[in-house]
C-alpha cells in the first residue's frame, strides 16, 4: 500500500505542476523534484511492478526513445514516457507521476502498459536501481560536454554501476567498443545490436585522411584492456565499426538485432529504404554467415528474420537507432511474453510509422519554404548533422547557433574537434548564437569563403532567421543546427514570429 | 575572394612546413586539432607547402625530419596509455630536440608531460620527462573558463589587442616553473598555471607551453604566425620573411568573443 508520505509527495508534485502552468512556463521537472522532497523513494513506487524500458547513453537517447514509445504504441500498449531532456531523477519521477491517470485508465480497460523512460547517462547509476527497468539499453559513448561530466571512462562506470543494481536485460551497441565492453561479468543478460560489418562504410582511416587535413578526434582507438590500437576492418563514423584488438583479442561481438543497407545509397533522402535482421533468441548474424553467402535475399532462411523498412527519419545514425527501438521492444515482448504482439515483424514495421522530435531532423513548412531543426551538442552529433546536410539533395542553406551557456558546457572548443573538412557546405552559410565568432571562424577554417558567412550575435538571431527564411527559394530546406539553449530560443522564436506549435508537450 | 587568399600566390613555394602531431589519436582533447588546423592554414595561405606528420605510440620521433611538434591534452587514461613511450622510448630524442632549439607547442597535458612530475592529488608522484623545468600538482578544484591572456613578445605596433592571448583552460594541476623557465603570458583573466602567481604557460627556448585548449590558435593568429616564423627561420636562416596574411576572420571571431565578455553571461 502508498503510504502517506507517497500521496503527499504526488500531492505536492501536481500542485507545483498547476502553479507552473499557470506562470506559464514548462513543468517537466520541478514537480519531480519536489515530490523527491518530500518521498525520497518516490520514483520506486511509482515504478514498482511497472514494465520499465530505460535508454541511456551519450547519443540518440531521445530519438530512440521517441522510436520505441511509437511502437509500443503502434503496437496496442498505453506507454508513459519522459519528455526530451528532463531525464534526472526529478525529470522521470514528474513523467511517472503525470503517467499515472492513463496507467490507472489503462488498466481499467485492460490495456498493457509499457514505461519507456530517457535517462542521462551520469544519473543512469543512482536512478536504475528505482526504476528496475525490465529492459535496458545503451546507446553509445561519445565525448560530450567533458567540463561537465568528466571523462567518457568514468561516464561509463557510472552506467555499469546503474546496470549491476538492476535485473533487466542489457542491449548494447556491439559496433562501440565503449559500450560492448559492459557485457563483461553480464554475459548472461546482454544482447547486442549493431550495423551488418557488410553495410558499414569502410573508411580509410588513415592520417592526415582523404581531403589531406586530420581526421576527427576519436574517443577509443586504443584497446581498453591492453592499450593496443585497434584494427578496423569498417567503419560507420566515430570510433563506431568492426573493431578488434591483435594482441589481447578483443573484438567486436556479432550482433543478434542487425541492419544491412545499401552503401551505394545515400542515407540522406528521406523515407529510405533499411533491412533489419534478427536472429533470433540465443543467436547472432556470425551464425547466419554462410546462409547470407549463399542465399540472396536470406528472408526466413533457418530462422533468421528480414524486415525492409521505409525510415521516415534519415541520416545513417538512425540507422542505430531504429535497431536499438525494435530490439528493446522485442526484448521486452520476450521477456513479459508478449512474443506475439511484439514480433520482430510488427516492431520493425511500426517503425514506419515513427515521427521525428522537434530538433531531430523535423521538416517544418513556413508557407511555401522548408526548414529543418538538427539539435547538435556534441561532436559526434554535428559530425552526423554536417554529413546529413552535405549529403541532402534540397539543402540550400545551413543556419548554425552556438551557444555556451552552462547547460550546454562553457567550453566550445569541441567544435574543433569535428571534420568540417571534409563536409560541403549550403551555398549559403548563416551563423548566431553567443559564440557566433567561434563558429564562424570555425567555417572559414574549413576552407568556406568568408563572403559565404552572415554572422550576427546572438541579440539578431531571430532577424537572421527572417533573412535566412526569406533567403531561401521554395522547394529547398534551410537546415538549422542549434546547440542545446540556442534550440530553447530558436524555438520560441519560432512559436512567437511564425506561430508554430508550442512544442512543451 | 577573401583577403587571405590574395596572399596564396606569394612567392613561397619553395618553402615547406613540417609538423609532427604526436599521439594525435590519444592526445585530442578539447579541440585541440583545431591548433594544427591553424598551423597549416596559415601556412598554406601563404604558399607554403605543408607536410602533416602524425607520430604516435611505437612510430620513431627524429628531429631532423620536422619543423614544428605539436603536443596536445588527453584524458588521463589516454596519457597513461602514451607516458610510457613518451618518457622511455621516444625520451631522449625530444629532450635532444628541445636543447636544440626545435619548436614546440604544449598543451595541458602535453605542457604537463615535459615537466619534472606530476603529482596526483593523494602524494603519488608520476616521473615526467623532465626535459623543462617545471613540475605539477593536482588539486580538487579544477580551472574551467574562459581565459585571457598578454603576451609581450607578441607586441606589434600599430595592433592595440596584438599582444592580447584569448584561451578556455580545464585543468586541476597547478604547474610551477623553475628559474630556466619564462612563463608565456601574464593572466589577464583566469587562473593561469597555478592560480596564485598571475601568469600562464611557460616558455623555454623554442618550447612554448599552455593551458589553454582547444582554438588556441585560431583564435590568436599572432601566436600562430610567432610560431610558424621562428620554426622556418631556423629552417631557412635568420633572413627568412614570414609574408603578411591578413588576420581578418581571426579578429573577428576575437571582437564577438571580446564583446561577449563584456556582456557578462550567467544564463543557465
Known sequence: MASIRFHIAVFSAKCTHLALRLMGRGATTLPGKVAVKIDPKILQKLCKDRDCVTITGTNGKTTTTHMITDIFRNCGYTVVTNVSGANLLSGVTTSMIFGMKDMKKAEKEGKKIICVLETDEAAYGKIACQIMPKVSVVTNLFRDQLDRFGELAHTRELIAKGLDSCEAQILLNSDDSLVSELYKGREGRTVFYGLSEESMHYNNVTYPDKSGVLPASSDAEYCTECKTKYTYTARSFGHLGAFSCEKCGKKRKSPRFFVKYDLSKNPSDEGYELSLLDAGAGKTEKDFEADTANTAGSQGVSGLIEKRVKLPIPGMHNFYNSIAAVSACVCMGEKIGDTEGLSFDKCAAALEHVEAAFGRMEKISIGDKKICVLLVKNPVGLDRALSFVAGASDAEGIYMLLNSNIADGKDVSWIWDVDFESKEFPEKVYVSGDRYGDMMLRIVYSGVDRSRIIAKPMEECAELLDQAISDSTPGKCLYILPNYTSMLALRSILVKRYHLKDFWK | ?268
Open chain 2, 1 to 268: 575572394m577573401t583577403k587571405g587568399k590574395c596572399f596564396s600566390k606569394m612567392d613561397n613555394t619553395e618553402k615547406e612546413l613540417r609538423i609532427c602531431h604526436m599521439y594525435p589519436d590519444l592526445l585530442n582533447l578539447y579541440g585541440d586539432r583545431g591548433n594544427v588546423l591553424s598551423l597549416i592554414r596559415r601556412a598554406e595561405l601563404r604558399g607554403i607547402k605543408v607536410r602533416l606528420v602524425p607520430v604516435s605510440i611505437g612510430d620513431d620521433f627524429d628531429e631532423d625530419d620536422f619543423d614544428i611538434v605539436f603536443l596536445g591534452g588527453g584524458q588521463d587514461a589516454e596519457q597513461n596509455v602514451i607516458r610510457r613511450d613518451f618518457v622511455e622510448v621516444k625520451g631522449p630524442k625530444v629532450k635532444e630536440a628541445i636543447e636544440n632549439g626545435m619548436v614546440f607547442l604544449c598543451i595541458c597535458g602535453g605542457y604537463q608531460m615535459l615537466g619534472k612530475y606530476y603529482q596526483e592529488h593523494d602524494g603519488t608522484k608520476i616521473e615526467c620527462l623532465n626535459a623543462i623545468d617545471i613540475y605539477t600538482v593536482g588539486e580538487d578544484v579544477r580551472y574551467i573558463q574562459d581565459t585571457i591572456y598578454e603576451a609581450d613578445f607578441l607586441k606589434e605596433d600599430g595592433v592595440s589587442d596584438s599582444s592580447v592571448l584569448y584561451g578556455f583552460e580545464n585543468h586541476s594541476g597547478r604547474t610551477y616553473l623553475g628559474p630556466s623557465v619564462k612563463p608565456m603570458a601574464k593572466v589577464i583573466e583566469g587562473a593561469g598555471n597555478n592560480g596564485k602567481d598571475g601568469y600562464e604557460g611557460a616558455i623555454y627556448k623554442n618550447v612554448y607551453c599552455t593551458y589553454s585548449h582547444g582554438s588556441f590558435l585560431p583564435k590568436n593568429p599572432r601566436m600562430t604566425d610567432h610560431l610558424l616564423r621562428i620554426a622556418l627561420k631556423r629552417r631557412y636562416g635568420e633572413d627568412y620573411e614570414l609574408p603578411v596574411l591578413s588576420t581578418e576572420s581571426e579578429d573577428f571571431a576575437r571582437a564577438a568573443l571580446l564583446k561577449y565578455k563584456e556582456k557578462g553571461n550567467t544564463a543557465p
